[in-house]
């Protein structure tokens, strides 16, 4: 588990990586005592600071659905962010590499809602009854 101070200097190092363009090390090597709920922590300040800079939050994203992804990543189930609105292209968009450090591109599925889903329990029939539509998306990795 990481500290208070060393989950700020994380994030901060993220966010000193997407201004710069400048590759930082893996923050499991630079920190070997982190933990899954430091990671979504420093995922929070990170987002904390890039609304405050002016981003906006525009929807969520789940990650590792698959079982053989997380047996790569060693992690037992899907972990989950938050999309802002400037990592959001629209369809036809031509996107310059150079916002990028080392792109490169994943395809996916994209939920667009039509209602929120929130609180545990949920199932299944829930989530297709609140989805609007299912659209294919690609995911610039970065």
């Known amino acids: 588990m990481l500290t208070d101070t060393e989950r700020q200097q994380a994030a901060d190092a993220l966010l000193q990586a997407e201004r710069t363009l400048k590759p930082i090390p893996q923050l499991s090597k630079t920190y070997p005592a982190i933990e899954l709920e430091d990671a979504y922590r420093i995922q929070g300040l990170w987002a904390d600071a890039r609304i405050a800079g002016g981003a906006r939050m525009v929807g969520h994203k789940i990650g ?58 949920k199932r299944i029939y829930d989530v297709m009854r609140a989805t609007e539509m299912v659209v294919p998306a690609l995911e610039i990795i970065d």
Request: glycine share 8%; with cysteine.
């Open 64 to 121: 590792l659905t698959s079982r053989a992804m997380q047996m790569a990543s060693k992690i037992s189930e899907p972990d989950y962010g938050c999309i802002l609105d400037d990592a959001l292209f629209n369809d036809g968009a031509q996107i310059e590499a150079n916002l990028f450090i080392k792109p490169r591109l994943e395809v996916e599925l994209a939920f667009i809602m039509g209602e929120d889903l929130e609180g545990p329990g």
